[in-house]
């Protein structure tokens, strides 16, 4: 059994950065990829940023490559993904995702433990 845990989320100015991480527990997730999600009110969750279990290989949405990276800490079971130049349309609840594969995949299918999420809103 794996717990993913989120947290960082919060409230920013658009134009502003913030930080997300993703502690799991339970088991090791070293060898697997992960990937951040999120879900904004109203619409459907879409992909956001997938990392392979190395941190070598990582696949970014249209809508925030550039502006937000993937990183993760395999010695502390740590994800993290760094946002800047928010916009308000990054307003959602995003969500940590363990993969049940090691390398990225952008489906949430692929995906077998989420966490609860974390609410990031960013005011215009």
């Known amino acids: 059994q794996v717990q993913v845990v989120e947290s960082g989320g919060g409230l920013v100015q658009a134009g502003g950065p913030l930080s997300l991480s993703c502690a799991a527990s339970?088991?090791?997730?070293?060898?697997?990829?992960m990937a951040w999600f999120r879900q904004a009110p109203g619409k459907e969750g879409e992909f956001v940023a997938t990392?392979?279990?190395?941190?070598?290989?990582?696949d970014y949405a249209d809508s925030v490559k550039g502006r937000f990276t993937i990183s993760r800490d395999n010695a502390k079971n740590t994800v993290y993904l760094q946002m800047n130049s928010l916009k308000p349309e990054d307003t959602a609840v995003y969500y940590c995702?363990?993969?049940?594969?090691?390398?990225?995949?952008?489906?949430?299918?692929?995906?077998?433990?989420w966490g609860q999420g974390t609410q990031v809103t960013v005011s215009s």
């Open positions: 995702a363990k993969s049940s594969g090691s390398e990225p995949r952008t489906t949430a299918r692929d995906y077998d433990y």
């Open positions: 339970g088991r090791t997730v070293g060898f697997y990829a």
């Open positions: 990392i392979s279990w190395s941190g070598s290989s990582t």
